[in-house]
């Protein structure tokens, strides 16, 4: 009995000082595992380089082309339309003849004008001489009127002749001057019927944009035979909002990528900045200069258009990427190199556009996290597969 006793004791001993090691070993062993894993979390990773470069503020803007002239070409009397000398597409200089209208009646009217004129001049000229009569006649009666050879009578009659002849002759020549008039207006309205493009200022050649009429039509004053453009200066007009258009001044710089043709630039400057911001669209119209010497670009053309507000010369460059947010503050996550470490730089950033940001604060050189920096914490281990596919093909070369 006391040897039965004494087994059960002894086997109970076992499993006791048994399950307590083995609890001891498990506790231990996730111990290690736990600290094990956190030493051995490899983040996986790509890069960007930290440069040395220019910067600008700058906006961007959608807008379109617009011809910095354009005017419509119309007669300024009726008639019918004998010849449009020019169609859509042609060059047009100034003062060129656009159109021809009939003009048989407005000959007619110059020459009946000029015969108007001609008798107008016959009798200013004959009034002319008849004047000159009686004057000399009012002087010799008054010589003889001194000598007592003439009487008061006659030098009154004299005196009344002279002046009905002098109010004659002041009729004829108004009756002269108003017949030059009607023939110069007589002229004037068969040149009308020649309908010329003209324009004050710009370049010589310009274009036809429309051609809207044809021969043997009847129109009245005033109404379009074409439309003239220069294209050699352009306007190029962007709406912009309430936030760029206190930095936008006259003068600045513009760089124009047209939609049709993206691998193709131009410049331009601001010319013009409207005084208000619309009230529904909150959005003001600027004008930018564009010397189109070439033609290559077409009024109501899509373009981009950026402008440059300011520059900072030679300061540190990130890629936009690498721009992160730990507790609220804005930061990247530099590489340290030798321990394969990355860890987390609160920056003060600059000018910024749609690839890269400007770093003001601090100073950082190398590389920064660019893509799996969401993953990260500071400190923690990472590893470049970039770094080792370079250093698998060089190997793989040797």
């Not at 004998?82 to 009646?105: H, P, Q, R, S, Y």
């Not at 020549?173 to 207006?185: F, G, I, P, V």
């Not at 043709?261 to 619309?278: C, E, F, G």
Request: aromatic share 6%; hydrophobic share 40%.
């Amino acid at each position: 009995m006391k040897k039965l006793i004494f087994v059960f004791i002894l086997g109970a001993a076992i499993v006791w000082f048994g399950a307590d090691y083995i609890k001891k070993n498990n506790t231990s062993e996730k111990k290690g595992a736990k600290r094990g894993g956190a030493k051995q979390v490899v983040v996986a990773i790509e890069t960007g380089n930290v440069i040395r470069g220019d910067m600008h503020d700058e906006g961007v803007f959608s807008g379109s082309i617009e011809p910095k002239s354009k005017f419509k070409v119309a007669p300024k009397t009726s008639g019918r339309i004998k010849k449009v000398n020019f169609n859509i597409g042609d060059t047009i200089k100034n003062g060129d003849i656009v159109a021809e209208l009939d003009d048989e009646e407005f000959i007619l009217a110059v020459e009946q004008a000029e015969a108007a004129l001609e008798i107008a001049k016959a009798n200013y000229n004959e009034s002319g001489e008849l004047l000159e009569i009686s004057r000399r006649e009012l002087e010799r009666v008054k010589t003889m009127r001194k000598q007592k050879v003439a009487s008061e009578v006659e030098v009154e009659n004299a005196s009344a002749d002279f002046k009905t002849r002098s109010a004659k002759h002041l009729v004829n020549k108004s009756t002269l001057r108003q017949a030059e008039t009607s023939l110069a207006q007589a002229k004037l309205k068969l040149a009308y019927t020649k309908v010329d493009a003209s324009w004050s200022y710009g370049v010589n050649d310009r274009f036809v944009s429309e051609r809207l009429l044809d021969e043997g039509e009847m129109i009245t004053a005033n109404t379009p035979i074409i439309s003239v453009i220069d294209i050699t200066n352009l306007t190029v007009v962007i709406d912009v909002v309430e936030r760029d258009y206190f930095k936008i001044k006259q003068g600045m710089d513009a760089l124009i990528i047209p939609t049709a043709m993206p691998d193709k630039t131009y410049h331009a400057k601001v010319k013009r900045i409207a005084p208000m911001l619309d009230e529904v669209s909150r959005q003001a119209r600027i004008e930018l200069n564009l010397n189109n010497e070439n033609n290559e670009l077409k009024p109501g053309m899509f373009i981009t258009a950026k402008i440059i507000y300011g520059t900072h010369k030679d300061t540190t460059v990130v890629p936009l990427e690498a721009i992160v947010i730990r507790n609220e503050k804005e930061g990247v996550f530099v590489v340290n190199e030798a321990e394969k470490t990355a860890s987390f730089v609160p920056v003060k950033t600059g000018y910024r556009n749609t690839t890269q940001v400007e770093i003001c604060e601090p100073e950082i050189k190398g590389r920064v996290v660019t893509l799996g920096q969401h993953l990260l914490e500071h400190g923690m281990a990472i590893r470049i597969p970039a770094d080792e596919q370079n250093a698998n093909g060089n190997g793989a070369k040797k």
